[in-house]
C-alpha cells in the first residue's frame, strides 16, 4: 500500500526577529471543506492556524480538495483520483465534514458506492489512514453540559479511543442477494493478524505517553475476528511491560462509560465498535461538537476531522461549534508537524474562552453568553 509522506515539509531557522524562534515549518495542507457545516467549522480552523503562522513565523500553505457530496457535485463521484493525489502531495489535511440529509439530498438517489459516505471511506483506505485517534476530555468548564449525574462526572475523564480505521465491516465483501426468493444482505467482518498488530502497536506506544493503561475492547465472547483481535493484542503487551493491558467486551464497555468513564485511558479496539463507541464517549463530554480526531498512517501524514458529522440541518446559519476542527488542527499540528508548543497554545486557547463562559449552542448553560460559529472562532484567535 502507497501511503502518503510528507513531502513538501522544510524547516529553516527563523530569523531571530521572526516568530518566537525556534523552527519555522513551511508546510502543505489539504482542505477539505465539505459538505454541511464543514466549510464554516473549516474556515474558522484556518483562521486559527494562520494566527499560529503568524505568531511563531511558520507558512502554511493550503490546497482545497474536494470529497464526499461537494466532489459529487462538480464530478459525480465521491472522491477522484485527483483529490487522492492531491492529498498524497501534501503534509496533512484537514477535514470538516461530508455528507447531507439522507431523506432530502439528491446524493443519496445515487447508489451507496456513489454517495459521500463512501468518498470518506475510499480516502481513508487510499491514504492507509488505518489509526484513529479520538480523545475524550471533559472539560472542567463543561461539566454542566455532561449528561451523566454528579456523582460520576465529579471524578472527570481523559481518555483516548484508537480506532481500527481501514478494516473490518467497513472494508469487507458486501452484497444484497436473493436467496430462494428472499432478499438478503452480507457484510462481511474480518481482521488478520498484520492489521491488528499495527494498530495495537499504535495504542501501547500512546498509551505510554499517557497513564499506561490499554483497554482492549472486543465481542471475543462471540466473535472469531475479535478471538484473534485479543490473542495479537495479548501477544503485543508482552513488548510493553510497562503498560497495562484489560480486555472489555464491546457492549459491557457501552456502559462502562456511562457509569465509570473515569477508569479509560487509551480504548483500543476494531473500526465499527470504535464508530459507535466514539460517538458516546463523545457525548458524556458534554457535546459532540467539541471532539477532534486524527487518522493517521505509518508517516508523520494524518487526515484530521472532527469526530461529529455534517449537521445539514444547521449548516450556513452560523450556529455550529467549531471547536472540534479547531482541535483537530491543533492534533494536525503535534502529530503530522511536530509542533506541539503551537498545540497547546490552541487548546489553551480554547479553554480560556470557555472559562470566560462562550458558548455556542451545543455546550450552552445557564450564566454563559451565546455565541455564533464565526465569533467562537474569533475568540479563540484573539487568545492565541
Ligand atoms: C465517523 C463517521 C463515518 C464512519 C461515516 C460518516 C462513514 O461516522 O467518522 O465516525 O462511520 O466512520
Ligand atoms: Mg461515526
Known amino acids: 500500500m502507497q501511503t ?18 525556534g523552527m519555522c515549518m ?3 495542507i489539504g482542505v477539505i471543506s465539505g459538505d454541511g457545516i464543514g466549510p464554516e467549522i473549516v474556515r474558522e480552523a484556518r483562521e486559527v492556524l494562520e494566527k499560529v503562522a503568524k505568531v511563531y513565523g511558520h507558512t502554511f500553505e493550503y490546497t482545497e480538495l474536494l470529497l464526499g457530496g461537494a466532489s459529487i457535485d462538480v464530478y459525480g463521484i465521491p472522491l477522484t483520483e485527483e483529490t487522492i493525489e492531491k492529498a498524497k502531495a501534501c503534509d496533512a489535511v484537514l477535514m470538516g465534514s461530508i455528507g447531507g440529509d439522507a431523506k432530502t439530498s439528491p446524493w443519496y438517489q445515487l447508489e451507496p458506492s456513489k454517495r459521500p459516505e463512501a468518498g470518506l471511506l475510499g480516502i481513508r483506505k ?9 480523545p475524550a476530555y471533559l472539560y472542567e468548564e463543561l461539566r454542566a453540559a455532561c449528561p451523566l449525574r454528579e456523582d460520576i462526572s465529579a471524578a472527570g475523564f481523559d481518555m483516548l ?30 481482521y488478520n493478524e498484520t492489521e491488528i498488530r499495527r494498530i495495537a502497536k499504535r495504542a501501547f506506544e500512546i498509551a505510554r505517553k499517557r497513564r499506561g493503561k490499554v483497554c482492549s475492547v472486543d465481542k471475543a465472547n462471540v466473535l472469531d475476528s ?10 503485543m503487551a508482552k513488548e510493553y511491560p510497562d503498560v497495562e493491558l484489560s480486555h472489555m467486551y464491546v457492549d459491557n ?14 480504548i483500543l479496539t476494531e473500526n465499527m465498535f470504535g464508530d459507535i463507541l466514539s460517538d458516546e464517549a463523545s457525548m458524556v463530554t458534554g457535546s459532540i461538537g467539541m471532539l477532534s480526531s486524527a487518522s493517521l498512517n505509518d508517516t508523520k501524514f494524518g487526515l484530521y476531522e472532527p469526530s461529529h458529522g455534517s449537521a445539514p440541518d444547521i449548516a450556513g446559519q452560523d450556529k455550529a461549534n467549531p ?9 494536525m499540528l503535534r502529530y503530522s508537524f511536530d509542533l506541539d508548543k503551537e498545540a497547546d497554545a490552541i487548546e489553551e486557547a480554547v479553554r480560556k474562552v470557555l472559562k470566560e463562559g462562550y458558548r455556542t449552542g451545543d455546550i450552552m448553560s445557564d450564566g454563559c453568553e451565546y455565541v455564533g460559529t464565526q465569533k467562537m472562532g474569533e475568540l479563540i484567535v484573539e487568545k492565541i
Do not use: H
Open 323 to 331: 471547536i472540534a476542527t479547531i482541535l483537530s488542527a491543533a492534533m
Open 26 to 28: 513551511r508546510c502543505k
Open 226 to 235: 475479535s478471538r484473534l483481535w485479543r490473542k495479537i493484542v495479548e501477544e
Open 4 to 21: 502518503a509522506g510528507r513531502k513538501g515539509t522544510s524547516a529553516f531557522l527563523c530569523k531571530l526577529d521572526a516568530g518566537l524562534g
Open 161 to 190: 479511543i484508537m480506532r481500527e480505521l481501514t478494516g473490518g465491516l467497513y472494508f469487507g465483501e458486501r452484497k444484497t442477494e436473493e436467496v430462494d426468493g428472499v432478499l438478503t444482505a452480507v457484510d462481511t467482518l474480518s
Open 253 to 266: 464497555c457501552a456502559m462502562q462509560l456511562v457509569m465509570n468513564p473515569a477508569q479509560f485511558d487509551v
Open 126 to 134: 487510499a491514504l492507509n489512514l488505518f489509526a484513529n485517534l479520538r
